[in-house]
């Protein structure tokens, strides 16, 4: 087992502090490592549970995801508890994700002028804490707090197990989850908010049976090689919402791609891509899928369809690529400009070269002081080669 930390982005005279957390080993022994890193980064501890969930709840992971359950494991060693035991939920070693306005587009290597597929994806989020959040969330406000803000800590994790793929992901504030990331396969994934018009919150039901949204990624990641075989596992999978809506785009290198929505009864929708970009905001494709009839916006739909517009506009014909794509996202960047009554900011770029699995991210560092963002130059992330057995 090998475990390394560095700071890659920011530093304390920055809004955000970036970690690269690189471990490889058993499943358990990188489960241990990312429990002690969110003990030391987040304060974290396990939920208390009920048993009968709980029980239930490693049952399904046995089942259908046994890296999450050996990782979970892990965990309980870090804590020095029992692996078994049913008073508490070994992960969701953070906080819950709350979506916000965040932009994604897929360009299929037959689209592109180099014949690479890139998935590209701005993370758009509250520059608040987490008092003053939940506070505006609410309806209401609260005096400016000393808290550090919600998402100043991201991380970026490489785990090169010895009994799987290995991953590359990026995380706000939840180490056992991710917003995206990408497998040595190829594999690329990412989540946004679903529907941004009917936001009512975050759910706050708990550790349910199944994956929940920001565990989701990492479960195909984890489990799947192509998009084929994230389709099959996504329409298996029990899953629920932890936090608000979400929707998700998945692509490989071969040029397949598809976004994942659930409608609020539990239906199911895979929206293909029709053989160029595929592009998704926050509101849902599946009863969205004429752009040329997209509504107009509001403040709750966080401009959700002026965005999409302009990524889709700017993503259309052939000759795209990684420039582009990045072209493509830094037009609908929010920043201290954006027509929003919210505090929110992109946090970051990210851009996966689906045919050398690299992340190559930016990540922003606060305001300049004519309201310009400033951003760390980018950084690529590989993924390492599979430590010999």
């Given at each position: 087992m090998t475990v390394t930390t560095e700071i890659v982005a920011g530093g304390s005279a920055d809004f955000m502090t970036v970690r690269h957390v690189v471990a490889s080993g058993r499943q358990a022994d990188i489960g241990r490592a990312l429990a002690l890193e969110a003990q030391r980064a987040y304060g974290w501890t396990?939920?208390?549970?009920?048993?009968?969930?709980?029980?239930?709840?490693?049952?399904?992971?046995?089942?259908?995801?046994?890296?999450?359950?050996?990782?979970?494991?892990?965990?309980?060693?870090?804590?020095?508890?029992?692996?078994?035991?049913?008073?508490?939920?070994?992960?969701?070693?953070?906080?819950?994700?709350?979506?916000?306005?965040?932009?994604?587009?897929?360009?299929?290597?037959?689209?592109?002028?180099?014949?690479?597929?890139?998935?590209?994806?701005?993370?758009?989020?509250?520059?608040?804490?987490?008092?003053?959040?939940?506070?505006?969330?609410?309806?209401?406000?609260?005096?400016?707090?000393?808290?550090?803000?919600?998402?100043?800590?991201p991380y970026v994790i490489t785990t090169v197990p010895d009994d799987g793929p290995a991953t590359t992901v990026l995380t706000m504030n939840e180490l056992d989850g991710c917003m995206e990331g990408i497998n040595e396969h190829g594999l690329a994934a990412v989540f946004n908010l679903a529907d941004a018009e009917n936001t009512s919150g975050p759910v706050d039901a708990g550790p349910q049976v199944g994956v929940s949204s920001?565990?989701?990624?990492?479960?195909?990641l984890d489990t799947c090689r192509t998009v084929e075989e994230a389709k099959a596992a996504l329409l298996g999978a029990k899953q629920y919402d932890l936090g608000v809506s979400l929707h998700y785009l998945v692509a490989d290198p071969s040029g397949a791609a598809f976004v994942w929505e659930r409608g609020p009864g539990g239906d199911e929708h895979i929206v293909e891509a029709a053989g160029g970009a595929l592009c998704m905001t926050n509101h849902p494709l599946h009863?969205?899928?004429?752009?040329?009839?997209?509504?107009?916006?509001?403040?709750?739909?966080?401009?959700?369809?002026?965005?999409?517009?302009?990524?889709?506009?700017?993503?259309?014909?052939?000759?795209?690529?990684?420039a582009r794509m990045r072209?493509?996202?830094?037009?609908?960047?929010?920043?201290?400009?954006?027509?929003?009554?919210?505090?929110?900011?992109?946090?970051?770029?990210?851009?996966?070269?689906?045919?050398?699995?690299?992340?190559?991210?930016h990540f922003y560092l606060g305001d300049a002081p004519d309201g310009s963002p400033r951003y760390s130059p980018e950084r690529a992330f590989p993924i390492p080669a599979q430590q010999p057995a």
């Open positions: 396990p939920a208390p549970a009920d048993p009968v969930k709980a029980r239930a709840r490693r049952a399904w992971f046995a089942r259908h995801w046994p890296q999450h359950l050996a990782r979970m494991r892990g965990a309980a060693q870090a804590l020095g508890l029992d692996p078994d035991t049913d008073e508490v939920h070994l992960d969701g070693a953070g906080g819950i994700p709350l979506g916000s306005a965040c932009s994604a587009s897929y360009y299929p290597p037959a689209v592109t002028a180099d014949g690479r597929g890139v998935l590209g994806r701005n993370y758009d989020f509250f520059t608040t804490s987490a008092t003053e959040l939940f506070a505006m969330l609410a309806g209401g406000h609260s005096a400016p707090s000393d808290e550090m803000p919600l998402s100043a800590r920001s565990q989701l990624l990492r479960f195909l009863r969205h899928r004429d752009q040329a009839a997209l509504p107009e916006d509001t403040d709750e739909a966080l401009l959700t369809y002026q965005r999409y517009r302009t990524i889709a506009d700017r993503s259309a014909g052939a000759g795209l690529s990684a072209e493509a996202l830094d037009a609908v960047r929010v920043d201290a400009a954006t027509d929003t009554p919210y505090p929110v900011r992109t946090l970051w770029r990210t851009v996966f070269d689906l045919e050398s699995r690299t992340m190559a991210t």
